[in-house]
């Protein structure tokens, strides 16, 4: 069965970082895209950060110039790093795959999306 496992949240001060990691645990062919998104306490889900096929990075205005997208080294993660953090950036951080879980469904171009449960970061003094 594939799944979505997170890390990487925790309690940092103001102006630190994070690397939140979101991997896929079981055989799938590749990653097509991935979006993260944020939900801060009492507020509605919002868009973070995404990564397309191409590989070109979209960043909301308010974590642009701080967060970064990328595929990481190991085989179907990835990563969102976080830096200059601000108490405004305290959530829980969701990612959001697009997969292809064979061959012919890269080739038909056939993906399904996985999402993860979350991963809380709490930016305070």
């Known amino acids: 069965q594939v799944r979505l496992v997170e890390s990487g949240g925790g309690l940092v001060q103001p102006g630190g970082s994070l690397n939140l990691s979101c991997a896929v645990s079981?055989?799938?062919?590749?990653?097509?895209?991935v979006d993260w998104y944020y939900q801060a306490p009492g507020k509605q889900r919002e868009w973070v950060a995404s990564?397309?096929?191409?590989?070109?990075?979209n960043f909301a205005d308010a974590v642009k110039g701080r967060f970064t997208i990328s595929k990481g080294n190991a085989k179907n993660t990835v990563h969102l790093q976080m830096d200059s953090l601000k108490a405004a950036d305290t959530g829980v951080y969701f990612c959001?795959?697009?997969?292809?879980?064979?061959?012919?469904?890269?080739?038909?171009?056939?993906?399904?999306?996985?999402w993860g449960r979350g991963t809380l970061v709490t930016v305070s003094a």
């Open positions: 959001d795959l697009k997969v292809y879980e064979t061959y012919d469904d890269y080739v038909a171009g056939n993906h399904f999306e996985l």
């Open positions: 079981g055989s799938i062919f590749s990653i097509n895209a």
């Open positions: 990564l397309t096929t191409e590989g070109t990075a």
